[in-house]
């Protein structure tokens, strides 16, 4: 189940941009959504209510627009569970992070140097058993 069909983002800080086209390797993606994008800010941030619901979060994520390399952080409940970094110039990544039980989901990029943009593709959910 794609994540955006499942749960909005209930609070965003930084740019966000939901749908759309965005190449990340020059490859296209239509499901998901690019965090940055702008020359104001070093970081995006997205909140999400996922009540408890979901296992699993898989995704694709890139860099759209190349101008420094990205750190992501993933929080469940208030506690980092992931976290990877990736430099200018690097190919998407597929991940996956157990979500088991978690109420709120914040997905977090930051980034060096204004301009960059990083892109999250193909970002699933597994419902709880």
């Not at 994520?61 to 992931?82: A, K, L, Q, W």
Request: hydrophobic content about 35%.
């Amino acid at each position: 189940m794609y994540l955006l069909n499942e749960v909005k983002p209930y609070k965003q800080e930084g740019k966000y941009t939901e749908g759309g086209v965005f190449s990340m390797g020059r490859k296209e993606y239509t499901h998901g959504f690019v965090l940055g994008n702008g020359w104001s800010t070093y970081d995006g941030k997205l909140y999400f209510n996922m009540e408890g619901r979901y296992a699993v979060l898989s995704f694709l994520t890139g860099i759209v627009e190349d101008c420094s390399g990205i750190e992501v952080e993933i929080f469940t409940d208030g506690e980092r569970v992931y976290h990877f970094e990736m430099e200018s110039g690097a190919l998407p990544t597929e991940h996956t992070v157990d979500i088991t039980g978690c109420k709120q989901l914040i997905i977090h990029a930051h980034w060096n140097n204004n301009g960059t943009t990083c892109g999250f593709a193909e970002v699933m959910v597994q419902a709880a058993s």
